[in-house]
């Protein structure tokens, strides 16, 4: 809380007036983030029908968001079980929402494409991509958003196309 009050600006007082604790504060900036990161994701794949474009669609609106907000990243990696008690069931239930999309877009190219892999160790090397992407990411460097996201979905594509069997 030191440390957001110089940043900000505001007096330490001041930030406990409007947030009761550390924890209330992460609470809300975890909960702003995961719902405006999963309305967004729904209203992109609204119109898409394709099973590779969706999980690349995934793929572009995760990695837009936090490149745009790589503070907030930071937060959501570093601060993940800080929360206790009502609030963490509550940032609970929307990561899984957002972790269930990803897995039903993971499973409907495999019936798409009549693959057999592990839907979870797909999912879950996606996230590992994606969420340390704020750890190396240099904007005056690395590509944009669109470009990583092309380049991180040709790899899990390439990978799960290639390397999964086909079911008989």
Same mark, same amino acid.
């Given at each position: *809380?030191?440390?957001?009050?110089?940043?900000?600006? %505001? !007096?330490?007082?001041?930030?406990?007036?409007? $947030?009761?604790?550390? =924890?209330?504060?992460?609470?809300?900036?975890?909960?702003?983030?995961?719902?405006?990161?999963?309305?967004?994701?729904? @209203?992109?794949?609204?119109?898409?029908?394709?099973? @590779?474009? +969706?999980?690349?669609? $995934?793929?572009?609106?995760?990695? =837009?968001? $936090?490149?745009?907000?790589?503070?907030? *990243?930071?937060?959501?990696?570093? =601060?993940?079980?800080?929360?206790?008690?009502?609030?963490?069931?509550?940032?609970?239930?929307?990561?899984? @929402?957002?972790?269930?999309?990803?897995?039903?877009? %993971?499973?409907?190219?495999? +019936?798409?494409?009549?693959?057999?892999?592990?839907?979870?160790?797909?999912?879950? !090397?996606? $996230?590992? %991509? %994606?969420?340390?992407?704020?750890?190396?990411?240099?904007? +005056?460097?690395?590509?944009?958003?669109?470009?990583?996201?092309?380049? *991180?979905?040709?790899?899990?594509?390439?990978?799960?196309?290639?390397?999964? +069997?086909?079911?008989?």
């Amino acid at each position: *809380m030191r440390d957001l009050s110089r940043a900000s600006g %505001m !007096s330490l007082a001041g930030l406990y007036y409007y $947030f009761q604790s550390k =924890e209330r504060l992460l609470f809300l900036i975890q909960k702003h983030t995961f719902t405006t990161i999963v309305q967004r994701l729904k @209203e992109r794949l609204a119109g898409a029908v394709d099973p @590779e474009q +969706r999980i690349r669609i $995934f793929i572009l609106n995760h990695l =837009e968001y $936090f490149l745009a907000n790589p503070a907030s *990243m930071k937060v959501l990696s570093h =601060e993940a079980d800080a929360l206790k008690n009502s609030f963490a069931v509550e940032v609970a239930a929307i990561k899984r @929402e957002y972790y269930r999309i990803c897995v039903g877009l %993971m499973d409907d190219l495999k +019936r798409d494409r009549s693959l057999e892999f592990s839907t979870r160790i797909a999912v879950l !090397s996606l $996230f590992g %991509m %994606m969420n340390w992407i704020y750890t190396w990411h240099n904007p +005056r460097v690395d590509a944009d958003a669109g470009q990583i996201a092309r380049e *991180m979905g040709d790899i899990v594509l390439r990978g799960v196309l290639n390397g999964a +069997r086909v079911r008989r």
